[in-house]
């Protein structure tokens, strides 16, 4: 079983910056895709990024390229989402995903989530 940590939410301004962090525990031998997920009140769980063990394969989701950065540091089985450039819009509750297959991830497929993290991002 693997359990995923969040952590680096929080409120902060537009234009402002953060780096969200997410922990593996337990068997995390066969996480080779990390990514992130997002949901915002009233709205479906969307996707942001993903990458994969190797880190030669990235995804982000329009509303995001430009603006945020995905990587992991697999000796730590951790994987970061810098977000840079904040805007209200990217007020949600962020999530960590992690599973075997990044193709899977993508779809929300992924075997593994986190408890979530909260980014509020103020006007």
């Known amino acids: 079983q693997v359990r995923l940590v969040e952590s680096g939410g929080g409120l902060v301004q537009t234009g402002d910056s953060l780096r969200l962090s997410c922990a593996a525990s337990g068997r995390t031998f066969g996480l080779y895709a990390m990514g992130w997920f997002r949901q915002a009140p009233g709205k479906e769980r969307e996707f942001v990024a993903a990458?994969?063990?190797?880190?030669?394969?990235?995804n982000y989701a329009d509303s995001v390229k430009g603006r945020f950065t995905i990587s992991r540091d697999n000796a730590k089985n951790t994987v970061y989402l810098q977000m840079n450039s904040l805007k209200p819009a990217d007020t949600a509750v962020y999530y960590c995903a992690a599973g075997q297959n990044r193709l899977r991830l993508l779809r929300g497929e992924n075997d593994y989530w986190g408890q979530g993290t909260q980014v509020t991002v103020s006007s």
């Open positions: 990458i994969n063990w190797s880190e030669d394969t990235i």
